[in-house]
C-alpha cells in the first residue's frame, strides 16, 4: 500500500509519524495533506532513506543533483560530491548520471547518502538504446519501462518523468514559432525527438497507467518532468510551457486517484515578476500538488554566479508556495559542478528556501533571535542560530579584532559596542526584548 492509499483510508503509517515529528506538525495533519494530494514522502519499499516529506505547510526542501556527464566520467567523485551535499544541508538528492556504467553508479551514490535519491529515467532509456540501436528514436517503449522499473528496483525515492511532453505540446510549439532558450531539458528534447521521428503519441502519456503502477509497486513519487521549462527569461510562460503543465497538472490528480504519490516541475528561467503566476497556476490547475522547481533564475547573464541568480528565484518561488527547490551552482551553463559547486549550490538555495519559508510559513523566530545575538556581541550565539556557523565564525577568526567584543569590520568604532552602549541595557530590558 502507498502512502497516499493508507492515508486514504484513515491508517496512519511510521513514515507519517516520522514525518510530523521531522515538521513538528501533528500527525493527522500530515496524513491528511497526503490524502489529498498535497504532501509526499519520497521513499521507496526497497530501501528506507531519510524521512524529508515535501509539501504545503511544511518547511521548503532544497535538491542538489549530481551526475557524470558524457566527458568527466568520475565516479568516485560522484559519491564525493553526493556527500558533500548531504552534509552541506540537502535534503534530497538527483543522481542525473548519463556517462559510464548508469546502474552501478545509481548504486554507488545510494549507498553513500541517507538522502532520498530522484532521478530521470530518460537519460539512461535513451542512452543504451544509443549503444543498443545507434539511434536514440529506435528507443522501444519496453526498454523505457524495464529502464524505470529497474531504477525504482534499485531504491530510487522519486523521479522525474516527462509524461505531459505530449504531441499536442509540440503541436503548441510549432505553432508558437519561436524559442529565445531552445529546449533545455536533455530527457524533454530527446523525448520530442522520438515523438517526431516516430509519428508517435509519448508513451508516458499515452501508457500513463503503467507508469504509475510501476511507481505504485515501490510507493515511489511520480514527478511530473517539464520538459518545455523555459530556458531563457524571454520564454517565461509561454504557451508551450503553460500546456505542458496544464497537462501535467491534469496527470498529478490523475495518478493521485490512481493511488500514486505525484509531485509536478516547473522552471527553469523566469523574470522575478513572473513566479507569483508560474505557483499560483501550478496550484490551482493541481489542486495544490507540490511543486519542485529548478531555480528559477531570474536573469540569463549571471554565468559564474548563476546560483545567486537561481537562488533569488527561488526564494520568491518558495514564498509563494513552491514546495522543492532544485540547486543550482556557480558551474551552471558552463561545466560539471565539482564538489565547491555542490557544497556552494546547496547553501545558496539553502538561503531561498528559508528566505520564502519566513513569509510562506511565518518562520522567523531563528532570525529575530541572531539579531538579539548581534545587538548583544554574543559571537558564540551568532555562530549557533547561522545557517553557516562554522564558516562565519572561520571568516570572523581569520581577521581578529583587537577588541575581542567587536569584529574587524568596524573595529574601534564598532556602532554595537561604544555608541550603543548607552542604550544597551534599556534595549535589552525595555519592552518584550
Ligand atoms: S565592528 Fe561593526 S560590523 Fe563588527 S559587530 Fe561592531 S558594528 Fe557590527
Redesign the pocket.
Known sequence: MTQIEAAKTGKITDEMRAAAASEDRPIEYIREMIERGRVVIPNNTGRKARIVPIGQGLRTKVNASIGTSSDIIDVAEEVEKARAAEAAGADTLMELSVGGDLDAIRKEVIAAVDLPVGSVPLYQAFKEAIERYHDPNKLTEELLFDVIERQCADGIAFMAVHCGLTRLTVERLHKQGYRYGGLVSRGGSYMVGWMLANNKENPLYERFDRVVEIFKRYDCVLSLGNGLRAGATHDSLDRAQVQELVINCELANIGQDMGCQMMCEGPGHLPLDDIEANVRLQKRMSDNAPFYVLGPLVTDIAAGYDHISAAIGAAEAARHGADLICYVTPAEHLALPNRADVVEGVRAARIAAHSGDMVKLGANARDRDMSKA?RD?RWDDQARLGLFGERAAEIRASRA?EQPD??T???S?????NVGVHFKESLKTGGKL
Open positions: 548581534r556581541l579584532p567587536t569584529c569590520m568596524c573595529g568604532f564598532c556602532a554595537l559596542d
